[in-house]
């Protein structure tokens, strides 16, 4: 049904999308990363799209990504893009549903904000930023959310050792294991 | 001869029976007015509402009022999974009690971190405070939990806890120094 949501977005900004796809009956559409804003203010006031709920903010991290079964042109490569955020959209009106998805590469992890559009995406962007590191420019208040201040790392980045704690206290006579920190990721603060 | 410092239980089940009868009714008495602070952080929650309540009810033990300010319980409840975020926290309630204190880890979460072995979950909460008892069970049956209190107490009698333990030491050790 959202077709008809891909195909006004192919009509009026061409430019700034890179192709659509549509999978188990989602409508997914890649927008360049410069584009985000303008393409996103469109869909939301729009008198024939009024994509006035925002649903959730997320990341992918195709790190090594090499399902069986998948072509591989398909499968991660170092030369792909390393993340994928994904804003998810519903329209209320006119029950539309819509996946944005910008591809964002290791090397600079920077997508443009839509808090300002979507006043509930500003602590799924800090949760995005938190476990994935990918920095919202323009964001009011990008802190980590769920991590303390003194954590180092993304832990939902692939490359995170799953059990690698980084304690805050400890009994007295049990040693703390102060993190190494591992600061490789040239985005990294 | 320099007092010396005991190490096996039998060596303190000996030391302890000699224990005057003062000590005895004193433990007699803490041990049948624990009052705890329940730490609860997770799903173990609704197990410890059932054990608190009137089916399988703790206060029978003299555990009766949960408090919720550290500075008027002797018993700390962990109950539930504990993040290395809360660490301080938990630390925090535990150096503000009143001494001599207990602490019971409910649940395997409180007791080893459970099946959360992650970058965020404390592996039990024993890394950062002394515990006493241990139940384990995701959640703990409220019988485990009255076994464990049945247990604690035994253990306040005889003055095994840790606080107690640590406090006998250090008298032995001033006792030891004294002497030279
Ligand atoms: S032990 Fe089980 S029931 Fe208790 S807090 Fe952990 S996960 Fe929840």
Same mark, same amino acid.
């Given at each position: 049904?959202?077709?008809?949501?891909?195909?006004?977005?192919?009509?009026?900004?061409?430019?700034?999308?890179?192709?659509?796809?549509?999978?188990?009956?989602?409508?997914?559409?890649?927008?360049?990363?410069?584009?985000?804003?303008?393409?996103?203010?469109?869909?939301?006031?729009?008198?024939?799209?009024?994509?006035?709920?925002?649903?959730?903010?997320?990341?992918?991290?195709?790190?090594d990504?090499?399902?069986?079964?998948?072509?591989?042109?398909?499968?991660?490569?170092?030369?792909?893009?390393?993340?994928?955020?994904?804003?998810?959209?519903?329209?209320?009106?006119?029950?539309?549903?819509l996946?944005?998805?910008?591809?964002?590469?290791?090397?600079?992890?920077?997508?443009?904000?839509?808090?300002?559009?979507?006043?509930?995406?500003?602590?799924?962007?800090?949760?995005?930023?938190?476990?994935?590191?990918?920095?919202?420019?323009?964001?009011?208040?990008l802190?980590?959310?769920?991590?303390?201040?003194?954590?180092?790392?993304?832990?939902?980045?692939?490359?995170?050792?799953?059990?690698?704690?980084?304690?805050?206290v400890?009994?007295?006579?049990?040693?703390?294991?102060?993190?190494?920190?591992?600061?490789?990721?040239?985005?990294?603060? | 001869?320099?007092?010396?410092?005991?190490?096996?239980?039998?060596?303190?089940? %000996?030391?302890?029976?000699?224990?005057?009868? %003062?000590?005895?009714?004193?433990?007699?008495?803490?041990?049948?007015?624990?009052?705890?602070?329940?730490?609860?952080?997770?799903?173990?929650?609704?197990?410890?509402?059932?054990?608190?309540?009137?089916?399988?009810?703790?206060?029978?033990?003299?555990?009766?009022?949960?408090?919720?300010?550290?500075?008027?319980?002797?018993?700390?409840?962990?109950v539930g999974?504990?993040?290395?975020?809360?660490?301080p926290?938990?630390?925090?309630?535990?150096?503000?009690?009143?001494?001599?204190?207990?602490?019971?880890?409910?649940?395997?979460?409180?007791?080893?971190?459970?099946?959360?072995?992650?970058?965020?979950?404390?592996?039990?909460?024993?890394?950062?405070?002394?515990?006493?008892?241990y139940?384990?069970?995701?959640?703990?049956?409220?019988?485990?939990?009255?076994?464990?209190?049945?247990?604690l107490?035994?253990?306040?009698?005889?003055?095994?806890?840790?606080?107690?333990?640590?406090?006998?030491?250090?008298?032995?050790?001033?006792?030891?120094?004294?002497?030279?």
């Amino acid at each position: 049904m959202a077709q008809k949501v891909l195909d006004a977005l192919k009509s009026h900004h061409a430019a700034a999308i890179e192709h659509t796809e549509s999978q188990h009956g989602d409508e997914i559409v890649w927008v360049k990363r410069d584009q985000l804003v303008p393409v996103a203010t469109w869909l939301k006031t729009d008198p024939a799209m009024l994509f006035d709920a925002p649903v959730f903010c997320t990341c992918i991290d195709r790190l090594d990504w090499q399902p069986q079964g998948v072509p591989p042109s398909m499968r991660w490569t170092e030369d792909k893009p390393r993340f994928e955020v994904a804003y998810q959209l519903r329209s209320s009106k006119y029950r539309y549903r819509l996946r944005i998805k910008i591809a964002v590469p290791e090397s600079d992890p920077r997508v443009p904000s839509l808090a300002a559009l979507w006043p509930a995406f500003d602590w799924q962007e800090r949760e995005t930023f938190d476990m994935y590191g990918i920095r919202f420019d323009g964001h009011p208040d990008l802190r980590r959310i769920y991590m303390y201040d003194e954590f180092v790392g993304y832990p939902l980045r692939k490359d995170y050792p799953k059990e690698k704690r980084q304690p805050l206290v400890r009994r007295d006579d049990l040693p703390m294991n102060p993190i190494k920190v591992d600061r490789a990721h040239p985005g990294d603060k | 001869m320099g007092v010396e410092i005991t190490t096996t239980r039998l060596e303190d089940a %000996a030391k302890w029976a000699k224990a005057s009868m %003062a000590d005895k009714a004193v433990n007699w008495g803490r041990k049948f007015s624990l009052f705890s602070y329940p730490f609860v952080t997770a799903c173990c929650g609704m197990e410890f509402m059932s054990v608190a309540g009137p089916k399988y009810d703790l206060a029978r033990f003299g555990a009766e009022f949960p408090r919720f300010s550290p500075r008027q319980s002797d018993l700390l409840m962990v109950v539930g999974t504990v993040t290395e975020k809360q660490g301080p926290a938990v630390k925090r309630v535990f150096d503000q009690m009143a001494e001599p204190k207990w602490v019971i880890a409910f649940g395997v979460c409180a007791s080893t971190g459970g099946f959360y072995q992650n970058y965020s979950t404390m592996p039990g909460v024993d890394q950062v405070i002394p515990v006493d008892v241990y139940i384990p069970g995701c959640p703990p049956r409220p019988e485990q939990v009255l076994d464990a209190m049945i247990m604690l107490m035994d253990r306040i009698q005889s003055g095994r806890g840790h606080s107690q333990l640590r406090d006998k030491r250090e008298q032995l050790i001033a006792a030891r120094n004294d002497e030279g």
